[in-house]
C-alpha cells in the first residue's frame, strides 16, 4: 500500500503518526487514573521517638502578650532528646531583656509515625508543636499558647568534635531584634574572622533604629565542651557586645543570641 504514496505524502503521514502518539503520551500523563500505579505513588517519611535521639541547637523567638515578662524574646541553646520520651538541655534566653544563663530547659515530647513533633517544657510550661522535616534534621515549631507568638526551629547538632582551633576562619553572621532600654530595634552583619586560639577581629554594618554605620571589632571566644560558644566583642565605640552560640552542621554553622542585659537580639552565622 505505502508503495503507491508519494515521498512527500509519506512524510506527511509518518508526522502525523508521531503526533498522535506524542498526544497519547500527553494524554496518559494528564488525566486521572490512566498513569500506572507504581508510578503514580508518592513516598511519605514514617517517624519513631528514636528519631529524635541526640543533640540538636534551639532557638525559639517570638512575644509574650501578658505576664511578668510581657514583651520580646528569645533563646539559643542544646537540647538533647533520649530517643523516648524525654530531652534535656541548656539554653541562654532573654525575657524583655532580662538575660537567664544558664537556662535548664527539661521537659517531654511525643513523636507520631506521620512525623508530628509535640514537647512540653517543664520549667516554664511552654508547648511546641511541630514537625520534623528535612531528611529528620529540622524541626519547625509553633507555640499554640495564648500568651505567646512564638517558633521555634531546631537543627540536628551532628558535630563529632569542636574547639576553638576548629571554628578557626571566616564567619558571617547577622542578628536582629529590640533594645529594650531604648524601646529601639537594631540589627548588624558582622563578617569576622576567629584565628582559631581564642582572638577575633571584624567589621559590621548596622542599622541602630534606622540609623547606619560601619564599625570594627576585635574581641575574644571560647569553645565549651557541648559545642556552644561565647563571644565578647569589642565594637570601636567602645561599647562591648556578648553573644552566646550553639554550633552546628559539623562546626559550619551556629544560631546565636545577645547576652547583653536588656536586649533581645537572635541570629545565626555561616562559614562562606
Not at 49 to 61: C, I, L, Y
Not at 100 to 123: K, M, N, Q, R
Not at 144 to 169: E, F, K, Y
Amino acid at each position: 500500500m505505502l508503495e503507491s504514496v508519494s515521498p512527500v505524502s509519506l512524510r506527511v503521514l509518518k508526522t502525523m503518526l508521531r503526533s498522535i502518539q506524542l498526544s497519547f503520551v500527553v494524554l496518559v500523563l494528564l488525566v486521572p487514573g490512566m498513569v500506572p500505579a507504581a508510578e503514580a505513588q508518592t513516598t511519605t517519611a514514617t517517624c519513631s521517638p528514636a528519631d529524635m535521639t541526640g543533640a540538636w541547637v534551639t532557638q525559639p523567638n517570638g512575644f509574650f502578650t501578658q505576664g511578668p515578662v510581657a514583651g520580646p524574646f528569645g533563646a539559643t541553646g542544646v537540647l538533647i532528646f533520649d530517643g523516648a520520651t524525654r530531652f534535656g538541655g541548656v539554653a541562654s534566653s532573654s525575657f524583655n531583656g532580662h538575660v537567664i544563663f544558664p537556662f535548664g530547659a527539661d521537659g517531654s515530647y511525643t513523636l507520631t509515625p506521620d512525623c508530628h513533633l509535640a514537647v512540653f517544657e517543664e520549667t516554664l510550661r511552654i508547648r511546641f508543636d511541630g514537625w520534623l522535616a528535612n531528611n529528620k534534621t529540622e524541626v519547625l515549631f509553633f507555640e499554640p499558647d495564648a500568651t505567646s507568638i512564638s517558633i521555634n526551629h531546631l537543627q540536628r547538632q551532628n558535630i563529632a568534635t569542636c574547639s576553638a582551633q576548629s571554628v578557626g576562619g571566616i564567619w558571617t553572621m547577622v542578628v536582629s531584634g529590640y533594645n529594650i532600654i531604648t524601646q529601639g530595634r537594631y540589627a548588624s552583619d558582622t563578617h569576622m574572622t576567629l584565628d582559631g586560639k581564642g582572638g577575633l577581629t571584624g567589621t559590621a554594618f548596622v542599622s541602630t533604629d534606622g540609623l547606619i554605620t560601619e564599625n570594627k571589632y576585635t574581641g575574644t571566644y571560647t569553645v565549651n565542651q557541648d559545642c556552644s560558644m561565647n563571644f565578647q566583642l569589642l565594637e570601636d565605640t567602645g561599647l562591648v557586645l556578648g553573644y552566646y552560640a550553639s554550633l552546628f552542621d559539623n562546626t559550619n554553622q551556629f544560631y546565636v543570641i545577645s547576652n547583653n542585659e536588656g536586649l533581645v537580639l537572635l541570629g545565626y552565622a555561616k562559614r562562606p
